[in-house]
């Protein structure tokens, strides 16, 4: 596949804040998620889930998502509000189980020790599910502050401007413009580095005007690839209009990268500092 490539950008600004999606990055949830849905689809004599639809689902609402889900598998004549409310019931069970990701845990405690980039927290995850997935791994998760929390049912997120959208992002970048210290210069987009795993949160992130590290399931990587190029620059989802005001990606346009891991993430890439 080729493309029109754009002339990479090589003038960036260091980072200085980290922005983090958390499902399938941070900790293993999204294999759990898919867990979750086999032993619930099997009771309707369907499924299992494969990564045809799977990357559908990834990051987006949940609402959203259980629509996919349901057309995919042709069970619309399931009551959607009866597979969500089955459904928790078997993820209140396995979130609990979820583990941190390779490198995830290091990368947080170096950004948060180096004490120069400010980081956040948006997830697609309202607080019920982030509660489940995450009381047993305080460790980790108080490491971002409470204000700079953004949760997939955060009210001042407007209906229907989930992920690809990129209202969570930004909402995660005013969060922490807000509670900067005393003389501290506010934070642009382009000095914050979006961390996902998922195309929406991808195609959310480069909306935003942020540059993105993609850390794509091993499996989703095999469905997309050759087409990663398209992801990086944020048209992996067109489905939701791009605002005027959102910034819109090129191919080769230098605003993202596709990582394996979180582990020996390259700080002085981006001029983060952190202490050895």
Same mark, same amino acid.
Not at 168 to 188: H, Q
């Given at each position: 596949?080729?493309?029109?490539?754009?002339?990479?950008?090589?003038?960036?600004?260091?980072?200085?804040?980290?922005?983090?999606?958390m499902?399938?990055?941070?900790?293993?949830?999204?294999?759990?998620?898919?867990?979750?849905?086999?032993?619930?689809?099997?009771?309707?004599?369907?499924?299992?889930?494969?990564?045809?639809?799977?990357?559908?689902?990834?990051?987006?609402?949940a609402?959203?998502?259980?629509?996919?889900?349901?057309?995919?598998?042709?069970?619309?004549?399931v009551?959607?509000?009866?597979?969500?409310?089955?459904?928790?019931?078997?993820?209140?069970?396995?979130?609990?189980?979820?583990?941190?990701?390779?490198?995830?845990?290091?990368?947080?405690?170096?950004?948060?020790g180096?004490?120069?980039?400010?980081?956040a927290?948006?997830?697609?995850?309202?607080?019920?599910h982030?509660?489940?997935?995450?009381?047993?791994?305080?460790?980790?998760?108080?490491?971002?502050?409470e204000?700079?929390?953004?949760l997939?049912?955060?009210?001042?997120?407007?209906?229907?401007r989930g992920?690809?959208?990129?209202?969570?992002?930004?909402?995660?970048?005013?969060?922490?413009?807000?509670s900067?210290?005393?003389?501290?210069?506010?934070?642009?987009? +382009?000095?914050c580095? %979006?961390? /996902?795993?998922?195309?929406?949160? *991808?195609? #959310? @992130?480069?909306?935003?005007?942020?540059?993105? !590290?993609?850390?794509?399931?091993? +499996?989703?990587?095999? %469905?997309? /690839?050759?087409?990663?190029?398209? *992801?990086? #620059? @944020?048209?992996?989802?067109?489905?939701?209009? !791009?605002?005027?005001?959102?910034?819109?990606?090129?191919?080769?346009?230098?605003?993202?990268?596709?990582?394996?891991?979180?582990a020996?993430?390259?700080?002085?890439k981006?001029g983060?500092?952190?202490?050895?």
């Amino acid at each position: 596949m080729s493309f029109n490539m754009a002339k990479p950008r090589t003038d960036f600004p260091p980072i200085r804040a980290c922005l983090f999606d958390m499902d399938g990055l941070l900790i293993n949830t999204e294999d759990l998620y898919t867990l979750c849905h086999n032993i619930l689809l099997s009771t309707y004599s369907s499924g299992p889930m494969d990564w045809v639809i799977k990357p559908q689902l990834q990051g987006r609402p949940a609402a959203e998502s259980i629509r996919r889900l349901l057309q995919y598998f042709n069970l619309q004549n399931v009551d959607p509000v009866e597979y969500t409310k089955q459904l928790h019931k078997v993820q209140e069970q396995e979130f609990r189980k979820s583990e941190p990701l390779p490198g995830a845990l290091k990368l947080l405690q170096d950004l948060k020790g180096g004490g120069k980039v400010h980081i956040a927290l948006a997830t697609s995850s309202a607080r019920s599910h982030y509660l489940m997935k995450t009381q047993h791994l305080d460790h980790m998760f108080t490491l971002f502050p409470e204000n700079r929390k953004i949760l997939g049912d955060d009210p001042r997120i407007p209906k229907g401007r989930g992920k690809p959208c990129p209202d969570i992002y930004l909402l995660a970048l005013k969060a922490i413009n807000e509670s900067l210290d005393e003389g501290e210069e506010p934070i642009r987009p +382009e000095e914050c580095l %979006v961390f /996902e795993d998922g195309v929406p949160g *991808v195609v #959310a @992130g480069r909306r935003a005007g942020m540059r993105v !590290v993609w850390v794509p399931h091993q +499996e989703l990587a095999k %469905v997309l /690839e050759g087409k990663e190029e398209l *992801v990086l #620059a @944020g048209k992996g989802d067109e489905e939701v209009p !791009v605002k005027a005001e959102e910034f819109v990606g090129e191919v080769g346009d230098g605003w993202a990268e596709q990582r394996i891991s979180l582990a020996d993430f390259p700080y002085e890439k981006y001029g983060i500092v952190v202490k050895s």
